[in-house]
T-cell receptor, first 110, second 113 residues
Framework: EDQVTQSPEALRLQEGESSSLNCSYTVSGLRGLFWYRQDPGKGPEFLFTLYSAGEEKEKERLKATLTKKESFLHITAPKPEDSATYLCAVQANSNYQLIWGAGTKLIIKP | DAGVIQSPRHEVTEMGQEVTLRCKPISGHDYLFWYRQTMMRGLELLIYFNNNVPIDDSGMPEDRFSAKMPNASFSTLKIQPSEPRDSAVYFC???????????FGSGTQLSVL
């Protein structure tokens, strides 16, 4: 069964304290892995798409990486405005439906 | 572009009433998705359309839920009759292509009393 698991459920960091969020997946043929950011009261906002193991993408303080079993979202020197829930989703070759993880709630304290 | 527009932002209704949620996708996008988000179940795909045609409605919980897309710029999700367990945030999203990034609206917070 296709599945996505995110860890940890919640992460509290001090401003400037770097860390990583994990997204483990089981899918029969990966078409793509997506990272989204969701702020309270808003819809998810697209961050990255990764397609193959070894691929990396960066945006400001965020860097996403992909292996055959998991993806990491690395946050370098985070700021309070990086506080949000980060969602991971995978798309299988077999169909176009996204399989979503439960998300990691990130809190950055000033 | 104004992005995906959903209305209303909040809806409070009583059990048994009909609820209609509305969505205007981004102009030019050919895919439209309806999602439901709850703390317990996270994001769940209810139904999606391609070029105004429903493709997969296997996520629609039961016959009380229905969705239409009469044209490329408008879609509705209707719940009749509503029940307290339908309380959730309902999101509409659109994309240009099936494998492309989704653009989400701000959602409709539905509370069924």
């Amino acid at each position: 069964e296709d599945q996505v698991t995110q860890s940890p459920e919640a992460l509290r960091l001090q401003e400037g304290e770097s860390s990583s969020l994990n997204c483990s997946y089981t899918v029969s043929g990966l078409r793509g892995l997506f990272w989204y950011r969701q702020d309270p009261g808003k819809g998810p906002e697209f961050l990255f798409t990764l397609y193959s193991a070894g691929e990396e993408k960066e945006k400001e303080r965020l860097k996403a990486t992909l292996t055959k079993k998991e993806s990491f979202l690395h946050i370098t020197a985070p700021k309070p405005e990086d506080s949000a829930t980060y969602l991971c989703a995978v798309q299988a070759n077999s169909n176009y439906q996204l399989i979503w993880g439960a998300g990691t709630k990130l809190i950055i304290k000033p | 572009d104004a992005g995906v527009i959903q209305s209303p932002r909040h809806e409070v209704t009583e059990m048994g009433q009909e609820v209609t949620l509305r969505c205007k996708p981004i102009s030019g996008h050919d895919y439209l998705f309806w999602y439901r988000q709850t703390m317990m179940r996270g994001l769940e795909l209810l139904i999606y359309f391609n070029n105004n045609v429903p493709i997969d409605d296997s996520g629609m919980p039961e016959d009380r839920f229905s969705a239409k897309m009469p044209n490329a710029s408008f879609s509705t999700l209707k719940i009749q009759p509503s029940e307290p367990r339908d309380s959730a945030v309902y999101f509409c999203a659109s994309s240009l292509g099936a494998s492309e990034k989704l653009f989400f609206g701000s959602g409709t917070q539905l509370s069924v009393l």
